[in-house]
Protein backbone atom coordinates (compact mmCIF):
# COMPACT_ATOMS: atom_id res chain seq x y z
CA UNK A 1 0.00 0.00 0.00
CA UNK A 2 1.59 3.55 -0.81
CA UNK A 3 0.93 5.72 1.42
CA UNK A 4 0.90 9.87 0.89
CA UNK A 5 1.44 10.86 3.98
CA UNK A 6 4.33 10.09 6.82
CA UNK A 7 3.91 10.65 10.64
CA UNK A 8 6.99 10.93 12.81
CA UNK A 9 7.70 11.29 16.24
CA UNK A 10 10.95 12.47 18.32
CA UNK A 11 10.74 10.92 21.77
CA UNK A 12 13.09 12.70 24.06
CA UNK A 13 13.41 13.02 27.87
CA UNK A 14 11.86 16.19 28.00
CA UNK A 15 9.96 16.66 25.18
CA UNK A 16 7.74 14.31 22.53
CA UNK A 17 7.63 16.45 19.11
CA UNK A 18 5.70 14.95 16.27
CA UNK A 19 5.41 15.96 12.84
CA UNK A 20 3.07 15.11 9.34
CA UNK A 21 4.73 14.94 6.07
CA UNK A 22 3.64 14.85 2.95
CA UNK A 23 5.15 15.17 -0.76
CA UNK A 24 5.60 18.88 -0.51
CA UNK A 25 7.00 19.07 3.27
CA UNK A 26 5.38 19.76 6.89
CA UNK A 27 1.77 19.28 6.73
CA UNK A 28 1.15 20.17 11.17
CA UNK A 29 3.34 19.76 13.99
CA UNK A 30 3.01 19.47 17.91
CA UNK A 31 5.10 19.30 20.43
CA UNK A 32 3.96 18.34 24.04
CA UNK A 33 5.66 17.50 27.31
CA UNK A 34 7.26 13.92 28.25
CA UNK A 35 6.27 13.78 31.87
CA UNK A 36 9.01 10.81 32.51
CA UNK A 37 8.47 10.94 36.07
CA UNK A 38 4.73 9.75 35.83
CA UNK A 39 6.11 6.44 34.52
CA UNK A 40 6.36 3.92 31.23
CA UNK A 41 2.49 3.41 31.05
CA UNK A 42 2.23 7.61 31.06
CA UNK A 43 4.46 7.75 27.89
CA UNK A 44 2.81 5.48 26.14
CA UNK A 45 -0.32 7.24 26.44
CA UNK A 46 1.34 10.38 25.96
CA UNK A 47 2.21 8.91 22.01
CA UNK A 48 -1.18 7.08 21.78
CA UNK A 49 -2.87 10.73 22.01
CA UNK A 50 -0.16 12.39 19.94
CA UNK A 51 -0.09 10.17 17.23
CA UNK A 52 -4.58 9.89 17.18
CA UNK A 53 -4.00 14.08 17.43
CA UNK A 54 -1.53 14.06 14.27
CA UNK A 55 -3.75 11.22 12.47
CA UNK A 56 -6.56 13.78 12.17
CA UNK A 57 -4.73 16.38 10.41
CA UNK A 58 -4.81 14.16 7.62
CA UNK A 59 -8.48 12.82 8.14
CA UNK A 60 -6.65 9.32 9.52
CA UNK A 61 -5.96 8.84 5.67
CA UNK A 62 -3.05 5.63 5.80
CA UNK A 63 0.38 6.73 6.90
CA UNK A 64 3.56 5.42 7.62
CA UNK A 65 4.70 5.87 11.21
CA UNK A 66 8.33 5.85 12.56
CA UNK A 67 9.65 7.01 16.26
CA UNK A 68 13.50 8.33 17.03
CA UNK A 69 14.41 8.05 20.69
CA UNK A 70 17.63 7.80 22.58
CA UNK A 71 18.88 3.94 22.67
CA UNK A 72 17.75 0.98 20.43
CA UNK A 73 15.37 -2.12 20.68
CA UNK A 74 17.75 -4.70 21.66
CA UNK A 75 17.51 -7.74 18.97
CA UNK A 76 18.47 -10.51 21.49
CA UNK A 77 14.99 -9.43 23.69
CA UNK A 78 13.05 -6.97 22.01
CA UNK A 79 13.46 -4.45 25.05
CA UNK A 80 14.50 -0.91 24.54
CA UNK A 81 18.24 -0.41 26.03
CA UNK A 82 20.40 2.32 26.67
CA UNK A 83 18.26 4.97 26.57
CA UNK A 84 18.64 8.32 28.93
CA UNK A 85 15.19 8.19 29.86
CA UNK A 86 15.30 5.73 32.20
CA UNK A 87 11.89 4.45 32.56
CA UNK A 88 11.80 3.33 28.99
CA UNK A 89 14.83 1.34 29.49
CA UNK A 90 14.03 -2.63 29.81
CA UNK A 91 10.84 -2.27 28.30
CA UNK A 92 8.89 -3.63 25.35
CA UNK A 93 8.15 0.02 23.76
CA UNK A 94 7.75 -1.33 20.28
CA UNK A 95 5.30 -4.28 21.25
CA UNK A 96 3.34 -2.38 23.69
CA UNK A 97 2.80 0.36 21.15
CA UNK A 98 1.86 -1.62 18.26
CA UNK A 99 -0.70 -3.32 20.56
CA UNK A 100 -2.07 -0.15 21.65
CA UNK A 101 -1.93 1.50 18.37
CA UNK A 102 -2.96 -1.82 16.17
CA UNK A 103 -0.34 -0.70 13.89
CA UNK A 104 3.46 -1.59 12.91
CA UNK A 105 5.87 0.75 13.79
CA UNK A 106 9.49 1.54 13.30
CA UNK A 107 11.30 2.74 16.46
CA UNK A 108 15.15 4.07 15.40
CA UNK A 109 17.97 5.75 17.68
CA UNK A 110 17.60 9.31 17.05
CA UNK A 111 20.79 9.97 16.29
CA UNK A 112 20.10 7.54 13.04
CA UNK A 113 17.15 9.58 12.47
CA UNK A 114 18.98 12.91 12.18
CA UNK A 115 21.25 11.15 10.18
CA UNK A 116 18.74 10.06 7.82
CA UNK A 117 17.24 13.55 7.48
CA UNK A 118 20.31 15.13 6.92
CA UNK A 119 21.25 12.57 4.33
CA UNK A 120 17.91 12.99 2.07
CA UNK A 121 17.09 16.54 2.80
CA UNK A 122 19.36 18.21 4.89
CA UNK A 123 23.69 18.77 4.18
CA UNK A 124 24.25 15.18 3.18
CA UNK A 125 22.05 15.29 -0.04
CA UNK A 126 23.30 13.44 -2.71
CA UNK A 127 25.95 11.69 -1.39
CA UNK A 128 25.76 7.51 -1.12
CA UNK A 129 27.60 7.52 2.20
CA UNK A 130 26.91 9.81 4.96
CA UNK A 131 28.09 9.66 9.02
CA UNK A 132 25.59 11.67 11.23
CA UNK A 133 27.07 13.01 14.35
CA UNK A 134 25.55 14.53 17.27
CA UNK A 135 27.38 16.34 19.47
CA UNK A 136 24.81 17.24 22.15
CA UNK A 137 24.76 16.33 26.11
CA UNK A 138 26.08 13.11 24.92
CA UNK A 139 27.85 12.01 21.54
CA UNK A 140 25.15 9.58 19.10
CA UNK A 141 26.12 9.31 15.72
CA UNK A 142 24.30 7.69 12.20
CA UNK A 143 24.96 5.90 9.18
CA UNK A 144 22.98 6.12 6.04
CA UNK A 145 24.63 4.11 2.81
CA UNK A 146 21.46 5.15 -0.77
CA UNK A 147 19.15 6.33 1.37
CA UNK A 148 18.95 3.31 4.27
CA UNK A 149 20.02 3.45 7.82
CA UNK A 150 22.66 1.27 8.75
CA UNK A 151 21.65 -0.17 12.33
CA UNK A 152 23.55 -3.24 12.23
CA UNK A 153 23.08 -6.77 13.67
CA UNK A 154 23.33 -5.57 17.75
CA UNK A 155 21.34 -2.45 16.06
CA UNK A 156 24.52 -0.06 17.54
CA UNK A 157 26.03 0.88 13.93
CA UNK A 158 27.24 4.60 14.12
CA UNK A 159 27.83 4.34 17.96
CA UNK A 160 30.93 6.51 17.64
CA UNK A 161 30.54 7.89 21.10
CA UNK A 162 30.79 4.73 22.78
CA UNK A 163 34.73 4.33 21.20
CA UNK A 164 37.64 4.72 23.78
CA UNK A 165 40.19 7.27 22.72
CA UNK A 166 42.15 6.62 26.45
CA UNK A 167 41.54 3.40 28.18
CA UNK A 168 42.54 5.00 31.32
CA UNK A 169 40.39 8.14 31.15
CA UNK A 170 37.12 8.77 32.91
CA UNK A 171 34.88 6.46 34.04
CA UNK A 172 31.75 7.10 31.38
CA UNK A 173 27.97 5.85 32.47
CA UNK A 174 28.39 3.12 29.64
CA UNK A 175 31.01 1.20 32.02
CA UNK A 176 33.88 1.78 30.03
CA UNK A 177 36.52 4.09 30.33
CA UNK A 178 38.02 7.14 28.42
CA UNK A 179 34.94 7.29 26.03
CA UNK A 180 34.38 10.10 22.92
CA UNK A 181 31.26 11.03 24.95
CA UNK A 182 33.43 12.13 27.91
CA UNK A 183 35.45 14.43 25.66
CA UNK A 184 34.01 16.26 23.37
CA UNK A 185 30.09 16.17 23.98
CA UNK A 186 29.39 19.07 25.83
CA UNK A 187 28.41 17.60 29.48
CA UNK A 188 31.99 15.71 28.58
CA UNK A 189 33.57 18.56 28.15
CA UNK A 190 32.14 21.05 30.78
CA UNK A 191 33.36 17.72 33.40
CA UNK A 192 36.73 17.96 32.34
CA UNK A 193 36.82 21.50 32.00
CA UNK A 194 35.91 21.46 35.87
CA UNK A 195 38.78 18.10 36.34
CA UNK A 196 41.33 20.09 34.82
CA UNK A 197 41.12 23.38 35.31
CA UNK A 198 39.21 23.46 38.72
CA UNK A 199 36.33 26.21 37.50
CA UNK A 200 32.47 25.08 36.50
CA UNK A 201 31.75 26.64 33.14
CA UNK A 202 29.29 25.78 30.61
CA UNK A 203 30.65 24.87 27.15
CA UNK A 204 29.59 28.12 25.92
CA UNK A 205 31.09 29.87 28.72
CA UNK A 206 34.20 27.39 27.87
CA UNK A 207 33.92 28.65 23.76
CA UNK A 208 33.67 32.37 25.09
CA UNK A 209 36.82 32.17 27.34
CA UNK A 210 38.62 30.59 24.41
CA UNK A 211 37.40 33.37 22.16
CA UNK A 212 38.62 35.83 24.37
CA UNK A 213 42.21 34.21 24.55
CA UNK A 214 42.06 33.62 27.87
CA UNK A 215 43.98 31.04 29.97
CA UNK A 216 43.21 27.96 30.83
CA UNK A 217 40.21 27.86 28.36
CA UNK A 218 42.97 28.33 25.48
CA UNK A 219 44.82 25.13 26.81
CA UNK A 220 41.98 23.36 27.11
CA UNK A 221 40.47 23.84 24.13
CA UNK A 222 43.67 22.71 22.27
CA UNK A 223 43.08 19.38 24.05
CA UNK A 224 39.60 19.96 23.30
CA UNK A 225 40.83 19.43 19.49
CA UNK A 226 42.99 17.25 19.99
CA UNK A 227 40.54 14.59 21.11
CA UNK A 228 38.25 15.44 18.40
CA UNK A 229 40.58 15.00 15.89
CA UNK A 230 41.74 11.37 17.09
CA UNK A 231 37.66 10.54 17.09
CA UNK A 232 36.95 11.56 13.78
CA UNK A 233 40.34 10.22 12.13
CA UNK A 234 39.38 6.56 13.86
CA UNK A 235 36.04 6.98 12.25
CA UNK A 236 36.93 8.46 8.83
CA UNK A 237 39.62 5.65 9.14
CA UNK A 238 37.17 2.71 9.41
CA UNK A 239 34.39 3.72 7.24
CA UNK A 240 35.57 6.56 4.56
CA UNK A 241 32.32 8.42 4.11
CA UNK A 242 31.41 11.18 1.25
CA UNK A 243 30.49 13.27 4.57
CA UNK A 244 30.44 13.46 8.50
CA UNK A 245 27.61 15.75 9.40
CA UNK A 246 27.82 17.68 12.77
CA UNK A 247 24.38 18.03 14.93
CA UNK A 248 23.59 18.95 18.69
CA UNK A 249 24.43 22.06 20.43
CA UNK A 250 28.28 21.78 20.46
CA UNK A 251 27.80 21.98 16.13
CA UNK A 252 27.28 25.67 16.85
CA UNK A 253 30.71 26.39 17.99
CA UNK A 254 32.23 26.83 14.62
CA UNK A 255 36.09 26.54 15.22
CA UNK A 256 35.03 22.74 14.98
CA UNK A 257 35.48 23.41 11.17
CA UNK A 258 38.55 25.24 11.82
CA UNK A 259 40.65 23.80 14.48
CA UNK A 260 38.67 20.70 14.83
CA UNK A 261 39.03 19.70 11.28
CA UNK A 262 42.41 20.70 11.12
CA UNK A 263 42.80 18.04 13.63
CA UNK A 264 41.36 15.77 12.02
CA UNK A 265 43.49 15.65 8.83
CA UNK A 266 46.44 15.34 10.74
CA UNK A 267 45.39 12.64 12.33
CA UNK A 268 44.10 10.15 9.26
CA UNK A 269 45.23 7.86 8.05
CA UNK A 270 45.65 9.50 4.48
CA UNK A 271 47.82 12.39 3.19
CA UNK A 272 44.88 14.49 2.88
CA UNK A 273 41.58 15.10 4.37
CA UNK A 274 38.99 14.66 1.61
CA UNK A 275 35.74 14.30 3.78
CA UNK A 276 33.62 16.95 4.55
CA UNK A 277 33.17 17.86 7.52
CA UNK A 278 30.24 20.20 8.50
CA UNK A 279 27.30 21.96 9.93
CA UNK A 280 23.49 20.35 9.61
CA UNK A 281 20.80 22.26 7.99
CA UNK A 282 18.09 21.17 9.24
CA UNK A 283 18.66 21.83 12.96
CA UNK A 284 16.55 20.89 15.89
CA UNK A 285 13.86 19.48 13.11
CA UNK A 286 16.17 16.71 12.11
CA UNK A 287 15.19 14.79 14.46
CA UNK A 288 11.49 14.44 14.18
CA UNK A 289 11.99 14.50 10.08
CA UNK A 290 14.03 11.88 9.92
CA UNK A 291 11.61 9.74 12.39
CA UNK A 292 8.71 10.60 9.89
CA UNK A 293 10.89 9.19 7.34
CA UNK A 294 12.17 6.37 8.51
CA UNK A 295 8.65 5.08 9.48
CA UNK A 296 6.72 1.64 7.90
Not at 215 to 233: H, Q
Not at 243 to 260: A, H, K, M, P, T
Request: net charge negative; charged share 20%.
Amino acid sequence: MHCNYRIGVDLGGTKIEGIVLDAGGEVFRKRIPTEQERGYRHILERLKCLHADLATHIDDAPHTFGIGTPGAISRRTGLLKNSNTVCLNGQPLKTDLERLLGRNIEIQNDANCFAMAEALHGAGRGKELVFGVIMGTGCGGGIVYQGRVITGPQAIAGEWGHTSIDPNGPLCYCGQRGCVETYISGGGAEARYLEQCGEKKSFTEIVEAYRREEPPATEFMKGFFRNFGRSLANLINILDPDIVVIGGGVSNFDGLYREGVAEVAEQVFSDSLETPIVKNKLGDSAGVIGAALVGI
